[in-house]
């Protein structure tokens, strides 16, 4: 059994930067993490993704200014955000995947609110 409890969401200003962690219980080195988010009235939609062995993967809305990363001693995984817009605005949610690989999710953290203002 995983949980996963998100932390680091605020209201800012576009142009701005935030980190999200995931601090995560029961043992996540063996599988693929992710960060998903969902905006009031539409989808969730993947972020980005970290393999168990290391391989990101990004969302072509976050490459170049989202970075996931983990820290497996700690168990946690984490979210750096810059030059956020606007339309970053939404709940972002941790995600722990059954396998090592990425593409089946097992377990869900409660989210944490990331506000965007122009």
């Known amino acids: 059994q995983v949980q996963l409890v998100e932390s680091g969401g605020d209201s800012v200003q576009a142009g701005g930067s935030l980190r999200l962690s995931c601090a995560a219980s029961?043992?996540?080195?063996?599988?693929?993490m992710g960060w998903f988010r969902q905006a009031p009235g539409k989808e969730r939609e993947g972020v980005a993704t970290i393999a168990s062995y290391g391989t990101t993967t990004y969302a072509g809305s976050a490459k170049g200014r989202f970075t996931i990363s983990k820290d497996n001693a700690e168990n946690n995984l984490y979210l750096e955000m810059n030059s956020l817009k606007p339309d970053d605005t939404a709940m972002y949610y941790c995600a722990a995947g059954r396998f090592s690989w990425c593409g089946t999710w097992d377990y869900w953290g409660q989210g944490t609110q990331v506000t965007v203002s122009s």
């Open positions: 029961g043992r996540t080195s063996n599988r693929c």
